[in-house]
C-alpha cells in the first residue's frame, strides 16, 4: 500500500535551516507529484508547493519562496523540504502528501518543527 | 488567490443525523474541489474529490456536492467515527487553498 514515512520531530533555533524527509513506498515514486502543506492552529492548513519527482521540476506558493525548497532523491523514493531563515512563525506540523490527477490522496504522518531559542 | 470560505467553524450533531458542512470559493473553480477528514493528531485524509467524487474506501454515507462556487459535504447518519474536523481544499488554479475547517462533535 501506499506509505510516506516522514522525519521525525524538529527542535530549532532561529535564524538556522531544517530539511525535512518524506520516503514514499508502495508505488512508482516518479509517476506522482509531491506536495508539502503546513498545519497551524491559527492559518490552518496552507500548501506550500509541489514537485515532479521525475523532471525535478517545482511550483510554489508565493507565500512560501524563499522560504521553502524542494528537492527529490529518485534513488531513495525520498523527498524533501529545506526550510530556512528560521522564525517562531515556521513552528507548524509539515506533511507530505502525494498527487494523483491533482488530488492529494496520500498524507504522511507530519513532522513537527518548532523554532525557539 | 482564491479563498475558501467553510462554515460552520463547528457543529455538534447527534449520532444517526445528517449533517451538512459548506464551502463557497471566492471565484468559479470547476468543480476542482477536495473534501478532507482529519482526526486528532492524525494526517488528513481524502473522502471527495472532483466536488462529488467518492475516494477508494470511503463509507457512501460521505457525499459531496456543488458547482462553480458553492460546494457542501454531507454525511448521513452520523457515525461516532465521524467525530473529526473536515477541510475543503480547491486544486483549480495555483496555490491550491483550503477552507478554515469544521469540526464535527457529538451531541
Known amino acids: 500500500q501506499v506509505q510516506l514515512q516522514q522525519s521525525g520531530a524538529e527542535l530549532v533555533k532561529p535564524g538556522t535551516s531544517v530539511k525535512l524527509s518524506c520516503k514514499a513506498s508502495?508505488?512508482?515514486?516518479?509517476?506522482?507529484?509531491m506536495n508539502w502543506i503546513k498545519q497551524t492552529t491559527g492559518q490552518g492548513l496552507e500548501w506550500i508547493g509541489i514537485i515532479n519527482p521525475g523532471s525535478g521540476g517545482t511550483s510554489y506558493n508565493v507565500k512560501f519562496k524563499g522560504k521553502a525548497t524542494l528537492t527529490v532523491d529518485k534513488s531513495s523514493s525520498t523527498a524533501f523540504m529545506q526550510l530556512s531563515s528560521l522564525t517562531p512563525e515556521d513552528s507548524a506540523v509539515y506533511y507530505c502528501a502525494r498527487s494523483g490527477s491533482y488530488v492529494m490522496d496520500a498524507w504522511g504522518q507530519g513532522a513537527s518543527v518548532t523554532v525557539s531559542s | 488567490d482564491i479563498q475558501m470560505t467553510q462554515s460552520p467553524a463547528s457543529l455538534s450533531a447527534s449520532l444517526g443525523e445528517t449533517v451538512t458542512i459548506e464551502c463557497r470559493a471566492s471565484e468559479d473553480i470547476y468543480n476542482g474541489l477536495a473534501w478532507y477528514q482529519q482526526k486528532p493528531g492524525k494526517s488528513p485524509q481524502l473522502l471527495i474529490y472532483?466536488?462529488?467524487s467518492l475516494h477508494t474506501g470511503v463509507p457512501s454515507r460521505f457525499s459531496g456536492s456543488g458547482s462553480g462556487t458553492q460546494y457542501s459535504l454531507k454525511i448521513n447518519s452520523l457515525q461516532s467515527e465521524d467525530v473529526a474536523s473536515y477541510f475543503c481544499q480547491q486544486y483549480y488554479d495555483y496555490p491550491w487553498t483550503f477552507g478554515g475547517g469544521t469540526k464535527l462533535e457529538l451531541k
Open positions: 472532483n466536488a462529488n
Open positions: 508502495g508505488y512508482t515514486f516518479t509517476s506522482n507529484h
